[in-house]
Each structure stands twice: as C-alpha cells, then as structure tokens.
C-alpha cells in the first residue's frame, strides 16, 4: 500500500514536472533529419530528431521529446561512477544494475529483457544495446537502452515509444544510439580560442573551379567533372556566350570554365565529400570553424539559382550540422561573392559539399558557379581570389569562435490556406539568449506564393529590424538589438498570397544564418523550415482560420473580427455551416479550442465555399481589362479620399485589415499626402489575377508595391 | 529504499510512468461525452475528502495593449485543490471565456476580446475548493499564448507562478507580464 501511494506520488510528481517543461504537442517526426546535441558538462553527443523538444534544465537529464501524445521520448542519463554500487564494475554489471532497478520499484510492470547485445566495440567506450519490453496496464512499450561507461561517468541513453509504434520510431532510435559519442576532450567553449599551430588554409576542395576538365569550346553539353559526383545534367561551361562574359571571369578570377546547373532539368546537383579525420582531434576539441565561400550567379532576371551547402558528417554518415551559401539567382550573369562559416560540429570526420542548382524559368537551369572553397580554419582564413569587394549583404570570414546554444532555434512555421487566399507566416526565435544581432534568408517558391509584406516581429520590440522582399525568390533580414534578445517569440510576420494552383506547396527555408550575441560573438542556431501548402478547401480544418493545423483562441478572435467586419470573412471559421461569420462561431470556435468539443453533428473538416475563380485560370484580354477598370476605380476613389482629406472615405477602400490597422492612425493633413494621392492614381499595374491585381507607384523616385483584392463582391486595396 | 535509490527510479521511470499516466488520463476522459465541468476528473481521494471551503484567485495581467485572445492553463496541486469555477475578472469583463477541467490538476482557460484587452488587473478568478486544509498549492501558468486584437500577431510574455494556502485562503496572485 505504501507503495503504492509513492508511485501515485510520483506519477503525479512526474506529471507536473512533465507539464512544468512546457511541452507542446508536437507534429509526428518525419525522421530524416537529425540535430545534434552537445553536453559541454559531461563530453557526450548525441543525435536526436529535428523538431523534438529538448529540456536540458538538468544537465545530468537531458530529455528530447519527440512526440507528447505518445510520449515517445529518448532520455540521456548521467551519473558518476562513484554513486555506483561498489559491485558495478563492469558493462554487464551496469546492465543488470539497471534492469533490476527496473524491476524492483514497479511490482505491477512486467519488465522483460528482449535482447542484448555489444556494441561499439572498437571505440574507446564500448557499450551495451539493450531492448526491453515494459507492460503496463496492458499497454507495450518499447525502450532501447545504451548503457555506456568511460572512466569517469556511466552513460545510459533510453529511447521508448509504445510497442505498436516500435517500428516507426525505429530508425531514428538507432541513429541516435548510433550517434552517441562520449569524448572527454570536449570543453565547455569559452570565447578565447584555444592557442593551437597553425593549421590548413588550403582549400579543401579538388577542382573548385571547374578548370580540371575536358570539353567542346562551345559548352552546351554534359560532362563529367573530376572530383565531383553530379545528378541529372550538372555541367560546366566556359565563360561567354549566353554565359557570364570571359569579363565577368576576369573581375573574379574564373578561368576558363564554371560550373552550371545544365540543360533540360529542374534541378541538379554536383557533390564532393571530403575526408577530414586527421583534424579530428582539433575538431572535437572545438578548435576549428568552417568556412564555405562561393561564386554565384544567374542568368538574366530569371529565377533559376544556386545553393551550395556543407554538410559535416560523423564517422558514421551520421549528418551533424550544415552551412551554406545562397540561393543566388537573377543576377543577370553577374557573380556574387557568399561566404558562410560555422563551427565544425564534434565527430565531424567528414565534409559533404553540394552545389544545387534549381530552375524556375525556361529549359536551361542557369544557376552559376565558380571559385568553390572550403576550409577548416581555426584563427585565420585565407579567402578565394577576388578582385571586387563582396556585394553589399555577403560577409567577411569570422575569426570569433562559435557558440552552439542548445535548445536555441529559428523556426518558420507551417501554414496551408486557400487559392487566391492571403496567410500569415510567423518566423520565430525559440529559447535564445542574449542575440545581439541576425541575418538570414528565406526562399520560397514564387510560382506558389508572393510576398506582400512583411512586418517586425514580437521579439523585436524595441530592436532594428529590416527586410527585403524585393528579389524573389528570397527574402533578406536584419535585425540588431543593443539590449540582447532572450526567450521565445516571432521575429516576423511574412504576409504571402497563394498564386500557386490548389495542391502546390512552396517550401520556406532558410539558409545564411549569421547570429552574434551583444558581444559580437558568433552563435549557432539550430533552424527549422517551414512549408505554405496551397490546400483544397475540403482539406482545410475547419475553425482554423491562420492555417497552422490547430484550432485556437487566436482563430476565434479572427471570426469575432470578421462577425462585425473587422476583417475579410472566410468561411473556414463558419462553424455552424450557416453560410456567413458571426459570434457564434467564434464561441464554438473558442469552446472547441479549450475543451476539444467539435460543433453538435459537424465534421472538422468540411467543404467550404470555393472562391469564384483560381488564379491558375488564363484570363483573356477582355476580363483583364474589366478587372482593371474595376480596381482603378477603387484606387480613383481613395486618391481623391486622400486629396479632399475624407479619412472616412479613404478607409472604405482599404481591405479589412489595413482598415483596421489604420482607423484612427490616419492623418491626411500630412505633408506627403499630396504625392501620395498623385502616385496613387498614377500607379501602374503589373500583374492581374482573378482576384487580384498587383500594383507599383513611384514616390520621390522610390517605387512601391500594392494590390488590390476582391473582398466579397467589393475591391479593396491593401499591402500598402 | 535509500533517497539517492528513489531519485534515480524517478529519472528511470521517467518516460514509462508518464506514458502510463497519459494512457490512464485518456481512458478517463475517453468516451467522447459533453463534459461536465462541476465533476470533471474526480479522484478516489477526491470523492472520499468532502470540499469544505471555497476560495477565490485572481489570474492578473500586467501592461496588457489591445490583447485580443490569451490561452493559459493553470496548474494546481490536485490533491491540495479542487477547481469549482472560473469567473471574467475586471479586465475579463468584455472577454468571451471558456474552461476545462478535463485533465487533473490543470485548467485550461481561453479568453478572446475583438476589442482589445488594456492595463493591469485580474482576467479571470479561479474558485477553488479546499481538499487538504493543512496544504498550500503552487499555481503555475503554462503554455500562454496571447495575440493582438488588431493585428493578430503574438505577445511576447513572462509569468510568475502564484500559490493559494488551503489553510487560510491567503493567496498569491499569478501574473501575466507583458513584454515589449
């Protein structure tokens, strides 16, 4: 009884100490990427799934959530060899240490041993594998322990799921138990670099330059390329032609030859691995940082570009972290000089260097390359050739060591929304501390979606912030802080529209990350990218107004806005299926948020209304003309709402949410009010959609963008 | 058992015990019925210790600006504490809000105000009944998520945890601190 009572104790113990962390619940893991976890304390790595939850509040403890609702978890454990029984003295003994423990304190579980085996027999801290099966209350779990002992800790690393999810979760186990290194070498990085000789500063890579090869003088044809293993028809060519100019290869430094993404194909690639064991000991002892630079270019103002990305390896294959450089693309056969450094991850004992190149616009993929280089310096490195300064956004090597903060991230969520429909994308910080400082880009498929804003997020407040949208298909930030950044919250608001058809997704992904805390230190982030899914309304969750797969109070807070035309209605947050929004809905929206309860007698995914037309319709001549007569009415009306000072009448032509973010704000006595008003009914359009119309005007030479939506059966404008 | 034995049980079972208590916390709630707030998730313990007092605690915010929708789960001592109801406090009073008690030990509350929520104040009250008169209960805020009225974007916000004495009825409030 008495026993009883303890585990009642400390299941709801446990259960606090479980929600005290503060776990969401989580997607199901996709298990294919990995993040990699450093304990500074103890010296141990170890692998674990991207996106899972890290809690490292005790070092000795560390727990990796993968997914709540199943609680499928992996743990790694610590002890001193000194709180061990005096018996324990070896791994077997470890072994049955444990699973005694096991047995002793839960008399109603069935705790059973499946298999157990040696492994990691030729490195320096031989472990055991053990599989156990562990009933209770009639369900199965699965738990693969690695029990692990060094000189001065015995390790025990568990990954448990339930039994009928054994073999999902399987993999990604085994990656992380395979990954697991205990290091004792691995120091707790301080910002003095350690004093070591001097080390490589050679590049890394053979043929960098696409100069090692053989081909026709008149390029146009696929060839193999030494030291490179290229997919689909990856190629060289030399300079000139449709081609950068022999020009162009002597303001860089290009020889004869660059590398190019080839003809007929949507993307290629070219990739290099390189063999850096002999610096293991420098690497695991944190003393070297990565530096990726690279030429890139485009052809014209096409789309088509270039991404070349380092990939540190363990031993094993097992990836441990990534920089990269790019996309670059548009360029109009002009290089750009991108440069990336990171520090090389412990275990790293080999590099795999890609160059992608991804086509957007004719048959010929033209994303651009030369002058590759790769170096794992520890204090200086020496830069590719470069007769120009690096472009305005590129960066210089840095020489600060780098600090991975762990449990820190960048994150861009998911959202789907509707054909034609606009969706806000939140980027977002996550466990930071102390960020002076960022710049990273995001990329995404402008096919699928186009920007139409994008504002300051949360965590910026009081901070500097600067994006640019103004080169598809990436967006730049900048943000700086005096003060430091810590906690959790959005750096970002990013407003797309889906100009995609229904089922079309564009990934969101970020790439150049360049973080320092107030000191100027380099930071590490680990990122997770996000994808915008251009969904069928019959797929879309009904209730979930911002698309990102939950139904919330934010979502009710949306339908009780557009009860009272506060903004624009959509029918996904018609709750009752009586064809409009109003304040019931946002109450069973609400209700169904805090208590799970679904509308009496509804499904929660339900067709809703399909827009009048797709944007993927090809309008003829007379309905654009229509449209535009239709929208330079609109815009006729608000210029001359500006010019006679009508507050009024110029917020009824602004769509639901600029209204409201404006009522009040405005004042049309302002000076530039005149020429905005001018610009206004000068402005020029652009592009033309069924339910859209994108616009620019000039202001004091400064051009900006617009649009005007159809909202219900009116045209409004937004995105100014 | 030596303390060192219990505490390395405790990490052990870590995963197992919680996977068993989610799996019985399920089964509970299971069922699919309309939830009946007043005698959600009652306990052996519950049921056989009579209620005998009834207390009231302000969840308070600090520098709210036009807050439009606030999730929040407060998390309580279950066998210290029972939750009777939960009630608009003074900023609340213009809010939509809702509850659950479907899991021991937590309320889930969510409040949404279209037309924005100002300043500083109680959001809700919390009324609790008294289960263990000779106990005090922590009250944490977990998994607060709060957007603006106007433009739908997120809050950046800390909490302080509060506590409720069972004995007296003294109280600490918890608090919602916005950032900006």
Request: with cysteine.
């Amino acid at each position: 009884m008495r026993k009883k009572l303890f585990l009642a104790t400390v299941m709801v113990l446990l259960t606090v100490s479980m929600l005290l962390l503060n776990i969401p619940v989580l997607e199901a893991s996709d298990g294919q990427q990995m993040d990699t976890y450093i304990s500074n304390t103890y010296g141990y790595s170890i692998s674990y799934p991207q996106g899972s939850r890290v809690d490292d509040s005790d070092p000795s403890f560390v727990g990796f959530i993968l997914d709540e609702v199943t609680r499928t978890v992996f743990i790694a454990f610590v002890e001193p060899l000194s709180v061990l029984p005096a018996s324990v003295t070896s791994l077997d003994d470890l072994e049955t240490f444990r699973i005694k423990q096991v047995k002793e304190q839960d008399e109603t579980a069935s705790v059973e041993v499946i298999s157990s085996k040696k492994v990691r027999q030729d490195e320096k801290f031989p472990g055991r594998e053990v599989l156990l099966k562990y009933t209770d209350q009639g369900i199965d779990y699965r738990t693969d322990m690695l029990l692990v002992m060094s000189d001065k800790y015995s390790f025990m690393v568990t990954a448990t799921t339930q039994a009928k999810l054994y073999d999902t979760y399987e993999p990604q186990f085994h990656a992380a138990i395979e990954s697991f290194t205990v290091d004792a070498t691995i120091p707790r990085i301080t910002s003095t670099p350690a004093s070591t000789p001097a080390l490589t500063q050679t590049n890394l890579l053979r043929n960098p330059g696409a100069e090692e090869v053989q081909m026709s003088a008149s390029g146009g044809q696929v060839v193999s390329i030494p030291g490179w293993t290229i997919t689909s028809n990856f190629t060289t060519e030399p300079y000139g032609g449709d081609f950068p100019t022999t020009a162009e290869s002597q303001r860089i430094s290009g020889g004869s030859n660059l590398f190019s993404g080839g003809p007929e194909n949507a993307m290629s690639t070219a990739t290099q691995e390189v063999d850096v064991s002999s610096l293991g000991q420098d690497i695991d002892a944190a003393r070297r940082t990565a530096v990726l630079q690279a030429q890139l270019a485009g052809y014209g103002n096409q789309g088509d570009n270039g991404t070349v990305k380092a990939e540190f390896l363990s031993a094993s294959g097992a990836l441990l972290g990534s920089i990269s450089v790019g996309p670059v693309g548009g360029t109009n056969n002009v290089f750009q000089f991108k440069t990336a450094s990171g520090a090389v991850p412990s275990g790293t004992r080999s590099v795999r260097v890609t160059m992608t190149s991804t086509r957007f616009n004719g048959s010929y993929n033209d994303g651009y390359f030369d002058n590759l280089f790769l170096g794992l310096q520890s204090i200086e490195v020496t830069p590719i050739p470069s007769s120009t300064p690096a472009p305005v956004g590129t960066s210089t090597p840095t020489v600060t060591p780098t600090v991975t903060t762990a449990g820190a991230r960048l994150i861009v969520d998911s959202r789907s929304v509707a054909p034609g429909g606009k969706v806000q994308v939140p980027v977002r910080l996550e466990n930071v501390g102390n960020i002076g400082s960022m710049n990273f880009v995001l990329t995404y498929d402008p096919g699928v979606l186009k920007v139409t804003k994008v504002d300051k997020g949360s965590l910026l407040s009081g901070a500097m912030f600067t994006p640019n949208y103004e080169d598809p298909p990436v967006i730049l930030f900048g943000f700086a802080s005096n003060n430091g950044l810590s906690g959790s919250g959005s750096v970002a608001y990013i407003e797309f529209v889906a100009i995609g058809s229904e089922g079309s997704k564009s990934p969101l992904t970020v790439s150049e990350v360049l973080t320092t805390d107030i000191s100027g230190q380099s930071l590490l982030l680990s990122t997770q990218n996000g994808t915008v899914t251009i969904d069928k309304d019959e797929n879309r969750l009904l209730g979930d107004y911002n698309g990102d797969s939950r139904v919330t109070e934010v979502d009710a807070l949306a339908a009780l806005r557009m009860s009272v035309k506060l903004l624009a209605e959509d029918l996904i947050v018609d709750m009752n299926q009586d064809g409009k929004v109003t304040a019931e809905d946002a109450r069973l929206i609400l209700k169904q948020a805090v208590t799970g309860e679904t509308t009496t007698g509804k499904t929660t995914v339900t067709p809703t209304p399909v827009p009048a037309t797709t944007l993927t319709s090809t309008l003829d001549e007379k309905t654009i003309a229509a449209i535009k007569e239709e929208t330079n009415k609109v815009i006729k009306k608000a210029s001359e709402a500006m010019l006679s000072g009508n507050v009024e009448g110029l917020l009824n032509e602004l769509e639901s949410s600029l209204k409201a973010q404006l009522a009040g704000d405005l004042n049309l006595s302002a000076p530039k009010t005149a020429a905005v008003a001018e610009a206004l009914s000068n402005a020029k359009v652009t592009e033309v959609y069924p339910d859209m119309v994108f616009y620019e005007m000039a202001i004091d030479s400064e051009t900006y963008s617009f649009y005007v939506l159809r909202e219900g059966q009116e045209w409004k404008i937004g995105g100014l | 058992m030596t303390r060192m034995e219990r505490h390395l049980w405790l990490r052990l079972l870590y995963v197992v015990i919680a996977l068993t208590l989610v799996a019985s916390t399920l089964t509970a709630c299971g069922g699919g019925g309309k939830e009946d707030k007043a005698t959600s998730a009652p306990t052996a313990t519950l049921t056989s210790t009579p209620a005998v007092k009834e207390l009231e605690v302000p969840i308070n915010l600090k520098d709210a600006r036009n807050v439009g929708s606030l999730h929040m789960e407060i998390v309580y001592d279950p066998a210290v504490l029972s939750v009777i109801d939960v009630e608009a406090g003074e900023l609340g009073s213009n809010a939509m809000i809702e509850f659950s008690l479907s899991t021991q030990g937590r309320v889930k509350v969510g409040i949404v105000d279209a037309s924005g929520i100002n300043g500083d104040g109680a959001v809700v009250t919390v009324s609790f009944n008294a289960i263990d008169k000779n106990k005090t209960s922590q009250l944490a805020l977990e998994n607060l998520e709060c957007y603006s009225a106007k433009t739908l974007y997120d809050f950046v916000v800390k909490s302080s945890p509060g506590n409720l004495s069972a004995v007296d009825g003294s109280y600490t409030a918890a608090e919602v601190t916005f950032v900006y």
